[in-house]
């Protein structure tokens, strides 16, 4: 079993890692430089996880499923996904990524983990519920294993209450997206350390003439928000960030 995964801000990774140890899976990170055809293409069982936004994939995920699309025929998906809330269909999401691919689902969850989105008002980051939180998903990620160890398949987000709650985001949130490919704003605190240039996995910033510039390629992730040791960046929302998360691994 393979396990790819892309986290913006390491909840995803951390279930990515959790779950590949307990099944013994190899797990990447789609950033890494690798040949992932011959990976993907020497696997029957393909698990992937990422964060849901909006209650769809991830930019950056899609074009890695669409690059790769051919190694993704014939194989066995399992899908898990990471919210804060609720995304109705997330899981789900991926399936619709490649076509024809439904029923080669064999197992799709999702997990509440804490919200990365530091700059909005809404659903504060607190400590309390980062570890609650992860010790539900740990739990869960035991559940899963054993599961998909005996062979039982459970596929979350695929009932039609999760496709309409799924909906109410996945409409919108494509417009959002695209709007946002260009929100990057450092302000008058940035110093120019360069670790939201450095970080950003879609290599969307760069240094030019003494500011940070980019090329309308931001993939909202939150990394270089959360990382900026200034709290001078924001993406998306544009109010200042109060705390930053810091992940779980
Ligand atoms: C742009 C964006 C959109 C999000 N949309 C949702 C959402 O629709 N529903 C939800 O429950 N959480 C949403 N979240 C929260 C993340 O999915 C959640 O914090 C996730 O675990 C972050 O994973 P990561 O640390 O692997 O990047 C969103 C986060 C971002 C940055």
Redesign the pocket.
């Known amino acids: 079993m393979l396990m790819i995964y ?8 951390y279930i990515a890692k959790r779950f590949s140890a307990l099944m013994n899976a190899d797990c990447h990170s789609i950033e890494e430089k690798l040949d992932f055809d011959k990976f993907l293409s020497g696997t029957d069982v393909i698990a992937v996880c ?6 769809c994939v991830p930019r950056i995920m899609r074009e890695f499923v669409a690059k790769h699309r051919a190694s993704f025929e014939g194989k066995k998906l399992i899908v898990l996904c ?6 109705g269909d ?1 899981a789900r999401a991926f399936a619709r990524l490649l076509p024809g691919c439904d029923n080669q689902v064999i197992y799709a969850e999702h ?1 509440r ?5 530091c700059n909005f008002f809404l659903f504060p980051i607190r400590e309390r519920e980062r570890i609650r939180k992860t010790k539900a998903a740990d739990k869960k990620i035991e559940i899963i294993c054993s599961n998909i160890k005996k062979g039982i398949c459970k596929k979350r987000g695929w009932n039609i209450l999760s496709a309409a709650v799924g909906k109410t ?1 996945n409409i919108f ?1 494509p417009k959002i997206e695209e709007k946002e490919r260009s929100s990057f704003k450092a302000d008058q605190d940035c110093i120019l350390c360069g670790k939201c240039v450095n970080s950003c996995p879609m290599h969307n910033l760069e240094i030019i003439d003494g500011r940070i510039q980019q090329k309308d390629n931001c993939t ?3 990394r270089c928000v959360n990382l900026c040791p200034q709290k001078a960046v924001t993406v ?1 929302l544009s109010a200042k960030t109060k705390r930053q998360y810091k ?1 779980i691994c």
């Open positions: 892309f986290s913006g801000t390491g909840n995803s990774k990422y964060p849901v936004y909006g209650s990471t919210q804060m809330l609720a995304s997330g997990f983990m804490p919200n990365n989105i985001q949130f909202l992730c939150y998306w992940g």
